[in-house]
């Protein structure tokens, strides 16, 4: 086996964590290589490539405007084109998103233009339409994953939040469809007020089910989560119980498990391994060794139905458009992803943090609650190393 891990311009992602991950011996070593050469490389694009959807969600800020907006949607020249220059900059992962991709109908011409280009295509989906055919369609345009979104254990949580009846078992009806042709899919839950009481039984579901991964995301109240942000996230004590819990599952290694917009996991990750002694590395914990907290504008982006690119979709702070500039010239040019990518540039108590190189806080519930992209992370209950020390001189 060679332990040359070339440059990550020369391999996807996925592939490049399968060399780690299968080098016993140098693993450590090479995780560190890893970080040290993927620190600002374009990892993951989600992008919105349609307004349009199937279904009306709660927690949606599409609600009865999806229609209209569509209208605004790329075109598959303009998809293209995109293609185009996402290629120049690197070989991501690219997510077709929505909206629900599905609705859009040159999906699988997209899709195979993005894997003749070289990209790694996966499509997040609410998995309501996928019968037989549409599965077979999505295995031959050459996408490798697919994400659905469950917002419950149950029919019973998942149908009331999604508003439409049935919607639970139509997305597990697509899902084992996807598996019967050996796609690799993913479950994908956010997690709020409304199912968190759900969420032992949920990774049950998804280890029983044998799906590749299990990604939770913690609601962020803005973009997708403003509607329902104020009466539905877990206030920061309950969050703290939720990712440790995560952890805990994490070590039982029964399938991939991410928690996602949970920037602070990372930080737990460090302090519960340092509590039992254990060394992280991919072998101990596999990609999550590997990577960071918030990814926004460092390693990741989001491109808007229109074309608008911001770092993430729930930061609604433009970076660029690329209809009017290329997207390199965003991805490398930015003054919006240049900040994110200092984490010098924090402020507050994420910028006094030991741990703020690996977890950075949610950059986007930091805007939401204090309107500045750089502040503190509100939903995080550490206190700094330095922040204790100062408490301590007042009280003796
Ligand atoms: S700012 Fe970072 S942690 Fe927050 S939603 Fe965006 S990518 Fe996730
Ligand atoms: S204070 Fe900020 S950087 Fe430190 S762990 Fe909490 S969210 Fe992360």
């Known amino acids: 086996m ?6 990550p311009k020369d391999a996807t992602i996925k592939e490049m964590f399968h060399k780690i991950k299968d080098d016993k011996k140098h693993g450590s070593h090479h995780a560190a290589h890893f970080m040290k050469n993927v620190k600002n490389q374009l990892r993951l694009i989600f992008w919105e490539t349609t307004a349009g959807c199937n279904l009306e969600c709660v927690h949606c800020r599409r609600l009865d405007v999806s229609k209209e907006l569509m209208r605004d949607d790329l ?13 120049s900059v690197g070989k991501p992962i690219l997510v077709l998103s929505g909206g629900e991709p599905l609705f859009r109908p040159d999906i699988f011409d997209i899709a195979k233009y993005g894997v003749k280009k070289g990209l790694t295509l996966a499509l997040a989906t609410n998995g309501t339409s996928i ?10 345009s050459g996408i490798q994953r697919v994400s659905i979104s469950f917002d419950g254990a149950t029919s019973k949580t998942h ?23 050996g796609m690799s899919v993913q479950i994908n839950s956010t997690i709020a007020k409304h199912n968190v009481h759900e969420i032992k039984q949920l990774y049950k579901n998804a280890v029983e089910l044998g799906v590749h991964a299990l990604h939770i995301f913690m609601l962020v109240p803005v973009g997708c989560g403003v509607e329902i942000a104020d009466d539905q996230m877990l206030p920061p004590e309950q969050y703290e119980e939720v990712l440790n819990w995560f952890y805990d599952v994490s070590l039982e ?20 391994a340092k509590e039992d002694g254990i060394k992280i590395t991919p072998k101990t914990h596999g990609m999550a060794a590997m990577t960071k907290g918030c990814l926004a504008g ?21 970076a660029g458009h690329i209809l009017k500039q290329s997207f390199k010239d965003v991805w490398d040019n930015s003054e919006v992803f240049k900040n994110l990518r200092d984490p010098d540039l924090l402020l507050g108590k994420c910028g006094i943090c030991e741990y703020k190189k690996v977890c950075e806080g949610c ?15 509100p939903y995080c209950i550490y206190e700094p190393i330095q922040t204790q020390k100062e408490k301590e001189e007042v009280t003796t």
Request: aromatic share 10%.
């Open 2 to 7: 060679t332990h040359n891990l070339g440059h």
């Open 363 to 377: 950059r986007a519930r930091a805007y939401f609650e204090k309107g500045n992209y750089l502040e503190e992370e």
């Open 253 to 272: 290694k029964k399938i991939e498990t991410k928690a996602t917009c949970a920037p602070h996991y990372f930080r737990i990750m460090r302090q519960r």
């Open 159 to 181: 149908d009331e939040f999604r508003k439409l009846p049935g919607s639970f078992d139509m997305a597990l009806r697509g899902l084992k469809h996807l598996q019967k042709l």
């Open 298 to 318: 460092s390693s990741i982006c989001f491109v808007s139905h229109k074309g608008e690119v911001f770092p993430c979709g729930y930061l609604p702070v433009e």
């Open 75 to 87: 075109t598959t020249e303009q998809s293209f084109q995109l293609i185009d220059n996402i290629a």
């Open 131 to 140: 019968d037989e055919a549409i599965a077979q369609k999505i295995v031959d």
